[in-house]
């Protein structure tokens, strides 16, 4: 079955840097578009970045562009997701999710807090 692990979250400082991890089975990964999404409290969840396949199109929400870089490794069914420079406004649970796939992992929190 369909099983997104997520990791790498914590607590950080403001201008700080995490990198997400989410690691795949259950489908062909390499064929997925495979995204990055985040849900603070009492918000919606939104769609943070997007990666067609390895080293190909990327897209970001206006608010991580120049900040947050995604990448994949499909030989390790692995994304990623490189923060920096985070501020407070990024605290969220941030989550996985193959585009056309309907199923989210357990996601991992991330906290940005002096």
């Known amino acids: 079955q369909v099983q997104l692990v997520e990791s790498g979250g914590g607590l950080v400082q403001p201008g700080g840097s995490l990198r997400l991890s989410c690691v795949a089975s259950g489908f062909t990964f390499s064929t997925q578009i495979m995204g990055w999404y985040r849900q603070a409290p009492g918000k919606e969840r939104e769609l943070v970045a997007e990666?067609?396949?390895?080293?190909?199109?990327?897209t970001y929400a206006d608010s991580v562009k120049g900040r947050f870089t995604i990448s994949r490794d499909n030989s390790e069914k692995t994304v990623y997701l490189q923060m920096n420079s985070l501020k407070p406004d990024d605290t969220a649970v941030y989550y996985c999710?193959?585009?056309?796939?309907?199923?989210w992992g357990q996601g991992t929190q991330v906290t940005v807090s002096s």
């Open positions: 990666i067609i396949s390895a080293g190909g199109p990327t």
């Open positions: 999710k193959a585009r056309w796939i309907n199923y």
